[in-house]
């Protein structure tokens, strides 16, 4: 499939105030039921959505993003939260006055959404092939043949690799940016009048990210379809938008076209939004003098066997990770940086020892595979893990409270009261406060959610955090606030990060040195001035080129979209990728020969 070459940034199609609305929102209530009453959690939200037009709506975790966007699909979780004032306009009918039969027609079908948690939106239990067809068969009639055609069509639009394949797997199988672009690949497929995108590119590198963005735009110039993106990331709102809604603590503070609330903000809300927003260059703090090797990779690989045939031999292997060797140092941050399904989480549970691995792996020295059960309980106390999906990684059975003294139980650490201190003295360094820790994370937005999974990590005061996508899903203003806290403890405690993520302006602004990793191996590895000032290799000078600019008047030079397939980690047994080679360019930067 040969896709053509498109300038991101270019200015979206203007749209008319003539043209009448496809959607309009009319001074919407949405309030929650508590013990105390009614509390409002949307107030008097207004605004107009017309054909062709990109309205994005951008606020902190908690402002009412998605609860709006919830409203409008009618899948607030009734009785405990519903509107209680205000029209949802839509195809001449209040959405908000619909019954669930009738909203199930139009759900999916003329609206349809992306949600932020592409694991929570997809079923477990059913392969993925057979999610994407079941949507298309239930909304157009097609027959199963027609059905799966169009779900492989919608895959490859979304540059997943082995897309065949990913027909046939199911959820868990799939990395958390692979997961996206199944969503992603199931709204697009149905074409329909609204797109409701809930942080469509959080678990997504910022190549994918670029030609998700595309292809948002690609399906508006074709049919006209409306979009309402909710993100925090204030470069996709200014190269996607043509008008920008701010909200906080469920209200709308301010309303404009994209210049205009780019380049002249009313509201101090507005401008602390747009000062927060990490920039490509800002990277100019200073490096941290690291401490001796904390953690040594040494020719580290995991492999997964595939098993096919009637005796179910292994006749495949994924190579996810392949022959790396690297240090992490006490004190610095050392940033991964890569494609999703390139092998960085996989690494960092080699590390924790959730995967098997070849190779060797060392904790202060010590084979992390030779640990007896005293060793193993210390590695885990000085190695803590903030994975990408929390929603995934809390116990829904436990309160966040809970959640928070647990690893202190475990270890035997502090009394009761002495937990209890620390759970709160965690929760307002991350941004929540004390009276959350009595409630669920189902309880919490999924920005909020992250702030609870970080406020867990640092209970023990590790070592090493590895922070897999830790701040992909907070708004940018309490995403400030979360990496200037890891910059604090680093400086106070000594901490090491292993800092996973696909955002090039975070990792400019955080890291001491970077590793960029391409199919299991790594390409380039150097300090930060050396790989975002000299970049080496033609795939990190892609990243960086794909990073989206927060200023509406950029225009981005064209960047050829993928014509052919990604290439595959899986080869047949006694095969594998060609081994990288990495030589020194001067000063301990290193590259792919």
């Not at 979780?77 to 039969?101: S, Y």
């Not at 060793?375 to 106390?381: G, K, N, Q, S």
């Not at 990408?388 to 035997?412: N, S, W, Y």
């Not at 800092?499 to 930060?528: C, K, P, W």
Request: hydrophobic share 40%.
């Amino acid at each position: 499939m040969t896709l053509a070459t498109q300038t991101a940034g270019a200015p979206v199609a203007p749209v008319s105030s003539g043209d009448a609305p496809v959607l309009s929102v009319r001074d919407l209530d949405v309030s929650v039921m508590t013990p105390a009453g009614l509390r409002p959690l949307v107030h008097g939200m207004s605004f107009d959505l017309r054909r062709g037009e990109t309205l994005c709506i951008a606020g902190e975790s908690g402002s009412g993003k998605s609860v709006t966007s919830m409203a409008i699909m009618g899948l607030l979780p009734k009785p405990a939260v519903r509107v209680t004032g205000g029209q949802i306009l839509f195809g001449g009918k209040d959405l908000a006055a619909q019954g669930e039969g009738a909203m199930r027609r139009i759900r999916g079908n003329r609206i349809a959404m992306i949600f932020q948690e592409p694991m929570t939106a997809l079923n477990p239990v059913m392969q993925i092939g057979t999610q994407l067809a079941e949507a298309l068969r239930a909304h157009t009639g097609m027959g199963g043949a027609e059905a799966r055609a169009r779900a492989l069509e919608a895959l490859k639009l979304v540059r997943i690799s082995q897309p065949e394949r990913r027909l046939r797997q199911y959820p868990h199988e799939l990395s958390g940016g692979m997961r996206q672009r199944v969503v992603i690949a199931m709204a697009l497929a149905m074409r329909p009048d609204v797109l409701i995108a809930d942080e469509p590119t959080t678990a997504l590198d910022v190549t994918v990210q670029r030609e998700v963005l595309d292809l948002l735009r690609d399906l508006q110039r074709d049919t006209g379809t409306a979009v309402i993106l909710i993100t925090h990331d204030m470069g996709v709102v200014a190269e996607m938008a043509n008008r920008v809604l701010v909200m906080q603590s469920g209200r709308v503070v301010e309303q404009g076209s994209v210049d205009e609330i780019f380049q002249a903000p009313r509201e101090p809300y507005t401008r602390e939004l747009l000062a927060a927003v990490p920039r490509m260059g800002d990277g100019s703090g200073p490096v941290a003098t690291p401490g001796g090797p904390l953690v040594r990779f040494e020719d580290v690989s995991v492999r997964f066997d595939i098993r096919s045939g009637l005796l179910q031999r292994v006749t495949e292997r994924v190579h996810a990770v392949e022959h790396v060797s690297f240090d992490i140092h006490a004190g610095e941050t050392l940033s991964l940086v890569g494609e999703s399904g390139c092998g960085k989480s996989t690494l960092a549970r080699a590390l924790v020892g959730l995967v098997p691995h070849e190779g060797t792996i060392r904790l202060n020295g010590q084979p992390i595979r030779d640990m007896r059960r005293q060793d193993r309980l210390r590695l885990h106390r000085e190695v803590q893990m903030v994975f990408q999906d929390p929603m995934a990684a809390l116990d829904p059975r436990m309160t966040v409270g809970e959640l928070i003294v647990e690893p202190l139980v475990i270890h035997g650490i502090g009394s009761t009261p002495e937990r209890r201190a620390r759970a709160e003295d965690l929760m307002q360094r991350v941004g929540l406060t004390p009276e959350h820790l009595s409630r669920h994370p189902h309880e919490f937005s999924g920005g909020q959610r992250q702030r609870i999974c970080i406020a867990r990590a640092l209970a023990l005061n590790p070592k090493l955090i590895i922070a897999d996508e830790s701040v992909s899903a907070l708004d940018v203003s309490v995403q400030a606030r979360v990496l200037d806290l890891l910059a604090t403890l680093k400086r106070e405690f000594g901490i090491a990060y292993l800092f996973i993520s696909h955002d090039m302006a975070v990792v400019e602004n955080i890291s001491d040195r970077v590793a960029v990793m391409y199919l299991g191996q790594i390409v380039e590895m150097g300090t930060r001035a050396q790989v975002f000032g000299n970049p080496q290799h033609a795939y990190t000078r892609r990243l960086m080129a794909a990073v989206p600019v927060p200023d509406p008047g950029f225009q981005r030079p064209p960047m050829p979209r993928m014509a052919s397939e990604v290439p595959s980690p899986v080869h047949p047994v006694g095969q594998g990728p060609t081994r990288v080679a990495l030589r020194d360019v001067g000063g301990g930067h290193l590259v792919a020969a």
